[in-house]
């Protein structure tokens, strides 16, 4: 399927402007090709992945998640970075970030011409140690070079965009619920270490709007600017949408995303799939919230994806509107 259907169930959608207090655009950061695949147990081939970031680029994405810089036996999965990123790397208009655990995953990436990579925290110990092998403090001590040297450089447009993910933000699979001031806590150190954008990751999908609410304020209230701030949630409970709502009324603009659905942390037991980034983009349309995103080809591509993969994709919108084309 490729075009939207004209007239979807329930009538069209109606045409409104963004209500009080919503932001008028929302990026999306699209974290398919790497959140969405790195959970995969069949290897997929670095042909089907590379098409999979261009089909995500034609449907209107410019924040492409590509690829993951760690060692390659932690995700076999991505083991093909080195393979992919050329494949990607200049697709016009569409900014690349790629994950570097520490100095080695950075110094991959940036041979290869990445210009935006991403470090990645944890608000628990449990899984600091599960995922990278550290102690949270350790974790932060292996970033600190990587942060600097993104930020070496003295000409503004050489910088590196350094995104740094937090995850377990609401509750952990070892620890059950997380304290807000133990999240502010990793928080502030990220950002002090000159992360230029945060991302607060839901990683088992156990958050609902209120504990949304929260820990945002939590963060205005020790001087973290919203305008940093974007929000990962994963979809356990059928809570990321209303979650992403909580915090557009905050005022995040900048909401992660995998298309059709995919995704997990092969070290967070009960991580399932990320927000579909189909499902987010029809609440946006209704809300008269822009993303330049072209619901029927991102669409279409997820189903090829699903295909690729050998099973149905599980977002809502992906399911309804190939239902629709039959
Ligand atoms: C951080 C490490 C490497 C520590 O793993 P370690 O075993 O402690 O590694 P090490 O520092 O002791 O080094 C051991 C060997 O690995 C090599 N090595 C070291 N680093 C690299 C590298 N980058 N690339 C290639 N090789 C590397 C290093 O050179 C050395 O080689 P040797 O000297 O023995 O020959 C490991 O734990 C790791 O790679 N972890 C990555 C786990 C991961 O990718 N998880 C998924 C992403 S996080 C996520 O999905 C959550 C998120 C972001 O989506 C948000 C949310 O939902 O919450």
Redesign the pocket.
Known sequence: MTAEPSNPPGGPLPMVVPADGLPPRVRIHE?GA??GL?NEKATVPTEVKAEFVHRLAEAGLTTIEAT????????PQ?ADAEQLFPRVRDLEGVDLPV????A??LD?ALALGARRV?V?ASATESFAKA????TVDEALA?FEPVVARAKESEAPDDLVHVRG?????FGDPWEGPVPVPQVVRVCKALLDLGCDEL?L???IGVATPGHVETLLRALNDEGVPTNLLAV?F?DTYGQALANTLAALRHGVSTVDASAGGL?G????KS?TG?LATEDLVWMLRGLGIETGVDLGRLTATSVWMAGQLGRPSPSRTVRALSHQEQ
């Open positions: 974290v790497r959140d790195q993951s810089f760690v060692h390659p036996k932690w995700v991505l994950l570097v655990p520490n080695r995953g991959r991403a990645f995922n990278l092998n550290r292996m993910y937090l995850s377990m933000c991302s990751g839901d990683t990962h994963h995704g942390c092969p070290y967070a991580a990320n």
